[in-house]
């Protein structure tokens, strides 16, 4: 009942910029949160950034100062920007939401996900 859609993924040489989207669409009452997370080869699936009902964010440490989070709540969207870009980011990235669909219920919704690919 709840989708969610990014756009944003593509190639870059390392320096560079994209904006990661994700909207959340379907039988939504509110949203506690939203956030972007990656998996790199060899690595557990991990989380990039989060932002909550009240605004509060959470970064991965290798991203701190580079990807500021950002929501426009009027559309149910979630931003990633993403900044001085390195190989090292290069992965699919995944939308993911907690959302309440209804009172006194909850879920996690996540998106098929939108590839980054920084390198020369």
């Known amino acids: 009942q709840v989708q969610l859609v990014e756009s944003g993924g593509g190639s870059v040489q390392p320096g560079g910029s994209l904006r990661l989207s994700c909207a959340a669409s379907?039988?939504?009452?509110?949203?506690?949160?939203m956030g972007w997370y990656r998996q790199a080869p060899g690595k557990q699936r991990e989380l990039v950034a989060r932002?909550?009902?009240?605004?509060?964010?959470h970064y991965a440490d290798s991203v701190k100062g580079r990807f500021p989070i950002s929501r426009a709540n009027a559309k149910n969207t979630v931003y990633l920007q993403m900044n001085s870009l390195k190989p090292e980011d290069t992965t699919v990235y995944y939308c993911?939401?907690?959302?309440?669909?209804?009172?006194?219920?909850?879920?996690?919704?996540w998106g098929k996900g939108t590839r980054v690919t920084a390198s020369s």
């Open positions: 932002i909550t009902s009240d605004g509060s964010t």
């Open positions: 379907g039988s939504i009452f509110s949203i506690n949160a």
């Open positions: 993911n939401a907690n959302i309440v669909p209804e009172p006194l219920r909850r879920e996690d919704d």
